[in-house]
């Protein structure tokens, strides 16, 4: 391939916009992190569905991108597209190597004759196997293993992700590869429009932030009733859950309703992400209970909008956080309620945290990722580094 680009495809069938999550927040900013700077030896090639046009537009401006006519709702015609379709296109176009980012390899002969990089963001199904559907975890504990072993690279976002699956599933080191989230500096929020947000919220002097989908990891019941130990003395306190409606709604609602400090508390659901922004302007503490990431965006974001960052002591978040963050140990209420009150309660804590977690977000970028990322594909052709990263 000397004198010629390395023709990469990225297999995004497995992106249904709006419904995935995190990882598709990842993924496309990594590949925004890459268009910003395109290497000149590699030619990149997306594969997305349908939808994935309308929601970024910006990528299928930035890359030559092939659609199926798919909406993605039907997850067994996805997964027959990524076995057919997507290994007919990407031979049409030349394409030497596939990224499946979405952290499976699909099966069949025809796609795994393409030298593959698997992006595996983390083990939660093996790891947690009873927050997802008995054919998800079945389907899972047979396809992660399976990817692991056939792809020539495994890409994941964090250290201990990777230590995951060199433990785990048995892949050598150095096929390995960290290619963490970054984060793009903060704009400053304009005080009015954080103004109209705390009207919007109806949010007191006080606030603790957990935006996250109600999924059993998130643990959003721990945080609810530290929440209740500490609420009632800080009438000015407001919990403010943001995101979509997951399997554990129902679990989360029912610990407000029991709590006794429901009226302190604010159920967003999802919400634009400039919301969002302003949400965190208007945060004193940025709470991350979650037992299992596979990196924890919520903390990277807390730490660059300089709002201290409680987290799980738990999975990546401590390797994310570093000394920039209060650990608590996942699930113990009263530890969190006494961690929780430290940052409300004492300025001198609540500054020195926000001050070192705006230092230590700053090592975080879509650039250096994007140049992780190509790296891994790199490695996987055989050219260039080959040390893991």
């Known amino acids: 391939m000397t004198g010629s ?23 496309t900013r990594l590949l925004r992190g890459l268009a910003a700077d395109p290497p000149p030896d ?10 994935f046009a309308a929601a970024h537009p910006d990528l299928v401006a930035a890359y030559p991108t092939v659609t199926a006519a798919l909406d993605g709702t039907s997850r067994a015609r996805r997964v027959a597209a990524e076995a057919t ?23 069949g002969p025809a796609i795994g004759s393409f030298p593959s990089v698997v ?42 992700a990777s230590d995951a699956v060199v433990a785990r599933l048995g892949v050598a080191r150095e096929r390995v590869r960290t290619v ?6 903060p704009a400053e929020v304009p005080p009015d429009r954080v103004a109209r947000v705390r009207d919007r919220y109806r949010l007191g002097d006080q606030v603790i932030l957990y935006p996250a989908i109600t999924y059993p990891h998130k643990d959003h019941v721990t945080l609810v009733e530290a929440f209740a130990r500490v609420a ?9 859950l943001a995101g979509g409606a997951g399997p554990s709604e129902a679990d989360v609602a029912a610990a407000i309703r029991s709590s006794g400090v429901g009226d302190q508390v604010r159920r967003t659901g999802r919400i634009p992400w400039s919301d969002l922004t302003a949400l965190y302007a208007a945060s004193t503490v940025v709470a991350v209970p979650s ?46 309620s006494n961690a929780l009150a430290r940052v409300i309660d004492e300025p001198a804590v609540h500054d020195t945290l926000a001050a070192a977690g705006r230092a230590r977000a700053a090592g975080f970028t879509w650039d250096r990722s994007a140049a992780a990322l190509a790296a891994g594909y790199r490695a996987a052709a055989g050219v260039g580094e080959t040390a893991p990263r």
Do not use: C
Request: aromatic share 6%; charged share 20%.
């Open 5 to 27: 680009p390395l023709r990469v495809g990225v297999n995004l069938l497995w992106l249904v916009p709006g419904v995935v999550g995190g990882s598709e927040e990842y993924t």
């Open 291 to 336: 037992r299992f990431e596979g990196f924890g965006a919520p903390a990277l974001e807390a730490m660059a909008a300089g709002i201290p960052a409680v987290v799980a002591d738990a999975t990546a978040l401590p390797w994310v956080v570093g000394d920039a963050g209060l650990r608590v140990a996942p699930g113990d209420v009263r530890a969190w």
């Open 232 to 240: 009632p003395e800080r009438p000015g306190l407001t919990l403010v």
């Open 85 to 107: 379709w997507l290994a007919r296109e990407a031979r049409r176009r030349n394409i030497d190597l596939l990224h499946h980012a979405g952290g499976v390899v699909p099966p």
């Open 119 to 160: 992006t595996i963001h983390d083990l939660q199904p093996l790891a947690m196997p009873e927050n997802f559907t008995p054919l998800k975890r079945r389907w899972l504990a047979r396809m992660l293993p399976r990817a692991a072993a056939s792809a020539a690279v495994v890409l994941t976002p964090s250290e201990p």
């Open 42 to 51: 590699l030619h990149v090639t997306l594969f997305a569905l349908a939808p």
């Open 180 to 185: 963490p989230h970054g984060i793009e500096p």
